[in-house]
């Protein structure tokens, strides 16, 4: 009930599309949900998250979508660009654990 | 207004040696956790401590792994007789004190390497 699980494992898309990473979760006390940008060989960077008391958070050519019900999360990536060719962990905690329970990850490849 | 600081970015032991991997918070954070990511793996939760508290260990191995968060100093994980299966990436986070402050912001990692 603690897994949270993420797909697809790869994805390649051209510049300038849309790139769609998907995280499902059973532990109905999960009331976090943040996404991660890693580049290789450094650490992880928060890249925007979400309560469940919203659908939809938009950060720049970033967003959440967020099924409640479903219990689904998603990242959309607008107009990729190469330079977010990366691995991204969507992740999911309860406020009073503070602990990350990570997917994962997808590894995203832009092509120019 | 240095991040998350992670000291030996690399390091090298053999088998049956001790690994000390050190992590200092953010300015203004006293909430820290370690997260091991094996290779081509996500990160797993190890230990989540507040200062000389530890706070949930639920993830660590039972044995030859320990984690202290002193008073002063940075926070130090500690591996005892290490075994090649120990080799990963080992990536500390922060967090600011306060209800529904759960933001956390990662190192840069240290790299272990068990020969």
């Known amino acids: 009930q603690q897994q949270v699980k993420q797909s697809p494992q790869s994805l390649i898309v051209q510049k300038g599309g849309i790139s769609i990473i998907n995280c499902a979760y059973e532990?109905?006390?999960?009331?976090?949900f943040p996404w991660y940008q890693q580049f290789p060989g450094k650490g992880p960077a928060l890249l925007i998250a979400?309560?469940?008391?919203?659908s939809e958070k938009k950060e720049g050519r970033f967003t959440i979508s967020f099924n409640k019900s479903a219990k689904q999360f998603s990242l959309h990536i607008m107009d990729s660009q190469p330079g977010d060719s990366a691995t991204y962990f969507c992740?999911?905690?309860?406020?009073?654990?503070?602990?990350?329970?990570f997917g994962q990850g997808t590894t995203l490849q832009v092509k120019p | 207004n240095a991040g998350v600081m992670q000291n030996p970015r690399h390091l090298v032991r053999r088998r049956g040696q001790e690994a000390r991997l050190r992590c200092s918070p953010m300015?203004?954070?006293?909430?820290v956790y370690w997260y091991r990511q094996l290779p081509e793996e996500g990160l797993k939760f190890m230990v989540y401590?507040?200062?000389?508290?530890?706070?949930?260990e639920s993830g660590m191995p039972k044995e030859r792994f320990s984690a202290e968060f002193p008073k002063e100093g940075p926070s130090i994980l500690r591996i005892q007789q290490v075994v090649r299966g120990d080799s990963a990436a080992y990536f500390c986070?922060?967090?600011?004190?306060?209800?529904?402050?759960?933001?956390?912001?990662f190192g840069p990692g240290t790299r272990l390497t068990v020969l």
């Open positions: 986070a922060s967090s600011a004190p306060g209800t529904g402050s759960i933001e956390q912001f």
């Open positions: 532990n109905t006390a999960f009331d976090y």
């Open positions: 979400i309560r469940p008391d919203v």
């Open positions: 992740a999911a905690s309860t406020s009073n654990t503070g602990k990350l329970i």
């Open positions: 300015k203004g954070h006293s909430h």
């Open positions: 401590l507040q200062k000389e508290n530890i706070i949930d």
